[in-house]
């Protein structure tokens, strides 16, 4: 009995046993993929290459800044594909490791300094970086930031800025000497001249409304002189003109352009100065009075010439609601809209200016318009030079107009 149940005690251990064999030999698979540990990457990726510095130039430049740039790392992006950063330094002195200045991610090829001290000499160098080791720097220097005065990346708009205004001299030269510049008669005169003569067959007045901007404003100076035109032909035809005016130095000039004219048009006595009026500097209320002589005195003609803004189109809504043939000019854009819809006939921006000009023959009115129409030229001969260039590869004519 006793060794029946040793021999199956004996049994049942060797079963226990058994599978030991294959257990084994399944651990020593897993040695073999998963060893018992990783090595580290101790191989520096490779460094970067053509390091360049210089003064940085902008529009702000108090000479604290200098920019950076290098070839990445052969293992950025290739290679080893491991790089993560770029660490760039500075010093003082050549071949020293100096202090961090800032960290480039992977790709980087460019790094702005903004901490530089005006006029000192650095060195900058640039280490690739995998994570655990650095490349061999890459070395550059020495530059020193300076405080620029002139943004050598606008060079293009000084040219064409001298260019401008040589035109505008010239002109104005040859206009003061006689020379017979030829300006193109605007339409809008004629639709001047033509609501007067519509005015006077009516046997009613004319209302001329320079605006409400100040006597320096560029449109108010423009307005006066067509408002000596204007008075010219009125005088001419005794047609009684009204002109509101929303400032006191504005009133005063208006009052000597219109007496002027009437002089030199052989009508002094024809001249009433009561109907250069001031009314208002408060716009809407100058506005309100204007609408109010339109209803009072019905003028049969409505001429808005000048700087206006928002009472614009209380003028003339009112004025077409009257009847009245109406004619505006103005450099405002946001106002040139309700002009068009409102008015038979309208001087759109620079027409105003171009009008003044054409009437006043004034030397230093005729440059202007000539230099601009001319740079226009210049412009838009450049622009079909660059695409022409642009089109058989040549970009460098297109950088040069790059401005940063």
Known sequence: MRSHFTIIAALAILATLAPAPAAAQEAGDLETVLPDTIPLDTTPPAPVTGLTVRDYVDNDDDGTKIELAWTPSPDDGAGAADVLAYHVWRSTTAGVVGDSVGVAGAGSATFLDETAVPGTD??????????????????????????????????????????????????????????????????????????????????????????????????????????????????????????????????????????????????????????????????????GAVNGIMLREKPAANLYLGAFWAESLLLAETGFEAGAIQVAGTAMVSQLPFFVTACDYTLLGEELYAASAYLSREPKLLGGLKGSDWMKVVTIALVVLGIILNAVGVESFAEWFHTS
């Open 122 to 287: 650095y060195h900058y160098g640039v280490t690739a970086f995998d994570g655990t080791s650095h490349s061999a720097p890459a070395t550059a220097g020495p530059v020193r930031g300076v405080r620029n005065w002139f943004a050598v990346s606008r060079t293009a708009v000084l040219v064409l800025a001298v260019v401008f205004f040589a035109l505008v001299l010239a002109f104005t030269q040859l206009a003061e000497r006689g020379a017979e510049l030829f300006v193109r008669r605007i339409p809008g005169l004629n639709a001047i001249e033509e609501a007067v003569g519509r005015a006077t067959e009516m046997g009613r007045p004319v209302l001329y409304v320079p605006g409400i901007g100040e006597i320096d404003n560029i449109m108010t100076i423009a307005s006066l002189t067509i408002l000596s035109h204007v008075a010219k032909i009125t005088a001419r035809y005794e047609t009684p003109l009204i002109v509101p005016t929303a400032r006191a130095v504005v009133m005063s000039a208006a009052e000597e352009v219109v007496k002027e004219a009437y002089a030199e048009a052989g009508h002094p006595d024809s001249y009433n100065r009561d109907n250069i009026r001031y009314l208002s500097d408060a716009q809407f209320a100058f506005a």
